[in-house]
């Protein structure tokens, strides 16, 4: 055999190559493959390599997407509309057309817009992870059916061997 790399044997498994057929090693490697565990929690193993920067933004940006943000920003433009409009009658710290309730609205999406594209990326590079682990999965399964049936072949092959062998005693 020319080369006996993990790869080339899983290449010649799915290719259903003839060049492995009665060789041992086809059957160890094979065993080697599939005897560890492939797949993760991507959710841990990522979590784990983020920095106090990047666990913040991350929160920062499930809050700042939340019914609870939401309503308590709410709560916060109409009293702030209301203190300055109704209750100082125009005459507070920021009359209509609230400059200042714009300049802080303004300077609040400056900040938020670029947090939660941070939070979004490290989202990206997790579901690319996920992708990655769902793919060797799906290789190792792929790799076991195919064993399987390599396996039930030999054992069909060997019954009609076994039947003919019978019948020809019969005779």
């Known amino acids: ?3 006996n790399s993990k790869e080339y044997i899983i290449k010649q498994i799915l290719e259903n190559d003839r060049e492995l057929e009665g060789s041992n090693i086809d ?4 065993h080697e493959l599939l005897s560890g565990k492939v797949s993760k929690n991507i959710n841990e193993s990522h979590d784990e390599t ?3 920067g990047q666990r913040t933004a991350d929160k920062i940006a ?3 997407g939340s019914w609870p943000f939401i309503i308590a920003f709410g709560i916060v433009l109409a009293s702030w509309i209301l203190l300055n409009a109704v209750i100082l009658n125009n005459k507070g710290f920021d009359p209509y057309p609230f400059v200042f309730l714009n300049l802080v609205l303004s300077c609040l999406a400056a900040i938020q817009a670029p947090i939660i ?3 979004q990326n490290r ?5 690319r992870l996920t992708a990655n682990n769902d793919y060797l999965v799906n ?12 396996k039930m072949d030999k054992i069909l092959e060997q019954q009609k061997i076994i039947l003919k062998e019978i ?4 005779k």
């Open 167 to 170: 019948n020809e005693q019969k």
């Open 123 to 127: 989202q990206t590079e997790k579901d």
């Open 50 to 52: 983020l920095t106090v």
């Open 117 to 119: 594209m941070m939070s």
């Open 139 to 150: 290789l190792k399964s792929e790799i076991i059916v195919e064993d399987l049936h390599k």
């Open 1 to 3: 055999m020319k080369n």
């Open 27 to 30: 059957e160890e490697v094979l």
């Open 62 to 64: 499930a809050f700042g």
